[in-house]
C-alpha cells in the first residue's frame, strides 16, 4: 500500500511540478482585501447586518457606554449575561450583569440578553465570528438568551 500511496503523492508532485522531496507551492487565489477603504468596509459591513435585520448602532469610543444604554433601553434589556474577561467602558446603571460561569441552558434563557466582543468580522458578507476567547464566551452564550448585543470594533472589520 506504501507504493501506491507514493505513486500517487509522486504524480501530484509532477503535476504541480514539485521536486520529490520539496513541498508544493500551491497558488490559494484568494483575494486578500475588497480595495475599501476603512470607512467603506465600515459601511458595508453595516449595509450587510441591516440585510440580516440586525441593528447597527456606531459609537466613538468615548460614546460607546452611552450607545450601549440605549441600545439595551431600547430592547428593555436590564437583566444580562456576560461572558469572563468582557471589558465594558463603564458600569450600566439599572442593568444586572451576570458573568457566565457554566450557567445552564434553562439559566441562560432566564437572561433578557447577552453582551458580548467580537474576534473579527468580515464586511462582505456581514459576518460576525466569535472564537470563544475572553469577551466572548462560550457558544451557548451567544444562542441561548433572545438578544445579542455583540461589541465589534472597527479595527476587526
Known amino acids: 500500500m506504501s507504493a501506491a500511496r507514493d505513486e500517487v503523492l509522486g504524480r501530484i508532485r509532477t503535476a504541480?511540478?514539485?521536486?520529490?522531496?520539496?513541498?508544493?507551492?500551491?497558488?490559494?487565489?484568494?483575494?486578500?482585501?475588497?480595495?475599501?477603504?476603512?470607512a467603506q468596509l465600515l459601511d458595508l459591513f453595516?449595509?450587510?447586518l441591516s440585510d440580516y435585520r440586525a441593528v447597527?448602532?456606531?459609537?466613538?469610543?468615548?460614546?460607546?457606554?452611552?450607545t450601549i444604554t440605549a441600545a439595551l433601553a431600547g430592547r428593555g434589556a436590564r437583566r444580562l449575561v456576560i461572558p469572563p474577561?468582557?471589558?465594558?467602558?463603564?458600569?450600566?446603571?439599572?442593568v444586572e450583569l451576570v458573568e457566565d460561569?457554566?450557567?445552564?441552558a434553562r439559566e441562560l434563557d432566564g437572561f433578557d440578553g447577552v453582551i458580548t466582543a467580537a474576534a473579527v468580522a468580515i464586511a462582505e458578507t456581514g459576518t460576525i465570528i466569535l472564537d470563544?476567547?475572553?469577551?466572548?464566551?462560550?457558544?451557548?452564550?451567544?444562542?441561548?438568551?433572545?438578544?445579542?448585543?455583540?461589541?465589534?470594533?472597527?479595527?476587526?472589520v
Request: with cysteine.
Open 132 to 156: 470563544g476567547s475572553a469577551g466572548q464566551g462560550r457558544r451557548a452564550l451567544s444562542l441561548i438568551p433572545d438578544y445579542h448585543l455583540c461589541l465589534v470594533q472597527a479595527g476587526q
Open 85 to 94: 474577561g468582557l471589558e465594558l467602558p463603564g458600569s450600566l446603571d439599572g
Open 46 to 48: 453595516a449595509e450587510r
Open 101 to 104: 460561569d457554566g450557567l445552564s
Open 56 to 66: 447597527v448602532r456606531r459609537a466613538a469610543p468615548a460614546g460607546l457606554l452611552e
Open 16 to 38: 504541480l511540478g514539485a521536486d520529490r522531496n520539496e513541498a508544493a507551492a500551491v497558488p490559494d487565489g484568494y483575494r486578500r482585501d475588497a480595495g475599501l477603504s476603512s
